[in-house]
């Protein structure tokens, strides 16, 4: 009777959520059915790249259309009369023709790239696309009235909780079950079974019972309160922590004086998370009323300021040196709305907090679009700290370079670097004084610089393994070998591959005549993948991979996996690859 009346509630949840939220629904079911649809195929083939895709496409309608759904339903709920319901009507048309833009943005950003899943400047926009959606459904609804938004915040996160709940226990049970029946009766169930269970609990049925506790704009949460577990948790548990961690912080923060010495890089990461933490702690103190909590919301605004302080002195020092990056200019962005938040805590101690996260909105859309995003400003701040070098050195000239090797060894380190950052981390840099084709290598930098380039990395730790192949378009190729060994001379259908120390020598056969199709130099690519690991860590499978024609075919090279040990002058190597081929290789 128990799990009758579980699965009924669970249904008419599921219901419920259709009907608030459709297209949202519609695009969880399939976002999870194109991924689980993914598996069906191999990692390389197209199929397999297109449905993973369309998956990440349906993700972000799920989290759009949701925010509309919200907005909407706060809109409907205050209709006053039928001049108001007019309006209504033609602001839902006019919302959901304003999404198919968006949507197409996504389509843009994720299907239609021929680099492979959120290459350079799309992952930003895509991934905080979804940030901004995130926040705006936490307030999008409350925007007509919001004077119970903290009690409407923390109704939205007993929901996530909920949700979550039912996700992991269903899941559990599931994969019991079909791990039972393959075991008990030889069902022999595909490997990838229980990743597809994972795709449609953890995305439809998950949306489908985190929306349907999704509190509705139209209810009152005025008189809501915390159960008492919440309030001794966060009273008697968080509290205290917190000002234990603020006092160590400004212990720290007085050695520095004391010492008058600069400080840590490491003070970023420890003051920035903690005060990120605190704002939000101080979100939900706002339904708490007790004398000794009341003392702490007037005053712990004041003491975290001046670690704030500290922070931005520390990473402003490595800005200073080292020029912007994304990552450090997503630390500025951070610190910069936590300093909002609270000096808006300071002056506005009585409200319904709505503006906290709103301000964080702008800050995410700021960074994530537009010419000031983290992506262009990285770059502008790098091609200007490179400009500068140059110019200490008198290397540039009528917007050209003056090849200089008699520079000193640190300047000499810190255009490599910048270089490094530029070429792998930016699509085509707008380095004024540079070719649209400069690639990083030692040859390059002789030619181009006068001296070579400065990384001084151990080649015995380059490695690489192709751990996401399905993010690698394979389209316009008619055939594929797959993981050909370069360690000696072999020979798949007419194509041969010969062993040689320092080369890769690929040949196709057709008839009685043998035409090299590609000849790859091991230096050069070492070279590359040394540029890669150290520039980005995380590589992508296209940067590695090695495209062209010759005797009327079409090839492309991805590498599986690469192995080199030793030094310049004498190394080792393990080579693995695949091959696609089209056009007259019979």
Request: with cysteine; proline share 3%.
């Amino acid at each position: 009777m128990k799990l009758y009346r579980f699965i009924t509630r669970t249904f008419m949840n599921y219901t419920a959520s259709i009907k608030r939220f459709p297209l949202a629904m519609l695009c969880s079911l399939l976002a999870a059915y194109n991924l689980a649809r993914a598996l069906n195929f191999r990692d390389v083939d197209l199929a397999n790249i297109n449905n993973n895709r369309l998956g990440a496409f349906f993700i972000g309608g799920i989290f759009l259309y949701s925010v509309i759904s919200l907005y909407l339903e706060s809109a409907k709920s205050n209709v006053k009369n039928s001049e108001d319901n007019k309006q209504i009507k033609i602001i839902t048309v006019l919302v959901y023709i304003l999404s198919i833009p968006i949507m197409y943005g996504f389509y843009d950003i994720i299907y239609i790239t021929k680099q492979g899943f959120f290459p350079y400047e799309s992952k930003y926009i895509y991934f905080g696309m979804i940030a901004l959606f995130v926040v705006l459904a936490s307030y999008i609804a409350k925007i007509f009235y919001h004077k119970d938004y903290v009690s409407y915040v923390a109704n939205i996160f007993e929901a996530f909780i909920i949700s979550n709940i039912y996700s992991i226990v269903s899941y559990i049970g599931i994969s019991a079950i079909i791990f039972a029946i393959n075991s008990l009766f030889s069902a022999n169930f595909p490997s990838n079974i229980y990743l597809k269970i994972f795709y449609f609990i953890f995305i439809p049925y998950n949306v489908g019972i985190f929306l349907s506790e999704f509190p509705k704009a139209s209810e009152s949460f005025i008189d809501y309160d915390y159960p008492k577990s919440i309030k001794v948790l966060l009273v008697y548990v968080i509290l205290p922590l917190v000002l234990a961690y603020t006092a160590i912080l400004f212990l720290y923060f007085l050695k520095i004086i004391i010492n008058w010495q600069l400080p840590d890089g490491i003070i970023v990461n420890l003051v920035l998370w903690f005060a990120v933490v605190t704002v939000f702690f101080q979100f939900f103190l706002q339904k708490i009323n007790k004398k000794f909590v009341n003392t702490f919301k007037k005053y712990y605004p004041f003491a975290i300021i001046p670690l704030l302080c500290m922070m931005f002195l520390s990473i402003g020092l490595r800005i200073n040196q080292y020029g912007l990056t994304e990552n450090r200019y997503f630390i500025v962005a951070t610190g910069v709305w936590v300093l909002i938040s609270e000096i808006y805590y300071i002056i506005y101690k009585k409200n319904s907090n709505i503006t906290i996260p709103f301000i964080l909105s702008i800050i995410i859309l700021i960074s994530s679009l537009g010419p000031i995003s983290c992506y262009k400003m990285s770059e502008k701040s790098q091609i200007a700290r490179l400009t500068k070098i140059l110019e200490k050195n008198n290397m540039l000239k009528s917007n050209s370079i003056v090849k200089n090797k008699d520079i000193s060894e640190d300047d000499k380190a810190q255009i490599t670097s910048i270089l490094l950052y530029l070429t792998n981390n930016h699509i085509k840099p707008d380095i004024p004084y540079l070719d649209e084709d400069f690639e990083f290598s030692d040859q390059k930098m002789l030619n181009t610089f006068g001296f070579k380039s400065q990384d001084k990395t151990n080649y015995e730790d380059y490695y690489y393994n192709y751990d996401n192949p399905s993010s690698v378009d394979v389209s316009g190729y008619s055939k594929l070998i797959r993981n050909v060994v370069y360690n000696k001379d072999t020979k798949v259908d007419n194509f041969t591959f010969i062993y040689n120390p320092s080369t890769i020598e690929i040949y196709l056969t057709r008839k009685d005549k043998k035409d090299l199709l590609r000849e790859i130099d091991l230096k050069s690519l070492r070279d590359k993948l040394k540029t890669l690991k150290t520039a980005n860590g995380v590589i992508n499978p296209e940067d590695l991979a090695i495209s062209g024609e010759n005797a009327g075919v079409k090839y492309k090279i991805i590498f599986t996996s690469i192995s080199f040990y030793g030094e310049d002058s004498k190394f080792d190597s393990y080579v693995s690859f695949d091959l696609l081929t089209s056009g007259s290789d019979e």
